[in-house]
């Protein structure tokens, strides 16, 4: 009993470091977030294994990669031309909103929605230039629409990969747990999808 009472006061002291440090944001979150990790692994609450075993999760090593690839297409600028003629010269911020948030709700859909958003911001901000449009109004719509457009598969967002690798590892030998590509779309993400998005355009 006095060992698990050290390690929950030493867990209210870690996460209140943590949390601490998140909101003060003078450190980098990757290095608060190691820090964490790395003192939970020194206390022996977790041990290196469970510490480390996150890194080689499929999911997660997906969404590293692509971070690659959008850092490519972002410097080379490739992508540049084809969006401008997808988005074309919106005639009100509204109609801007809407030429840039369904495009980006669908590709996020079927390609993991954090590189998508880190692909769109420069393109986003120059198209909004070009146009006569803040660029304040289109970033919040860019980034709810890659969300709520990743909600409606499987491979949408990272989470959803992170936690179905983790639940493969954990049953790997039960066939009824298998969550398909379109299985969270099918009630929930896709409605609540375009709720969001009409939500977005109204408040707007």
Known sequence: MAGETWEVVYMCFVLAFMFAALISDRVGADMVMMTSLTLCMASGIISIEEGLVGFSNEGLLTVLVLFVVAAGIGHTGALDWYMGRLLGR???TTDGQLRLMLPVA?????LNNTPVVAVMIPIVQRWGQNVGISHQQLLVPLSFASILGGTCTLIGTSTNLVVVGLLNDRYPD???????????GKYAGVPIALIGLSYIVVSS
């Open 106 to 110: 669908i590709v996020s859909a079927f």
């Open 174 to 184: 039960n066939s009824d747990i298998n969550i398909g590509l379109f299985d969270l």
């Open 90 to 92: 919106p005639k009100n």
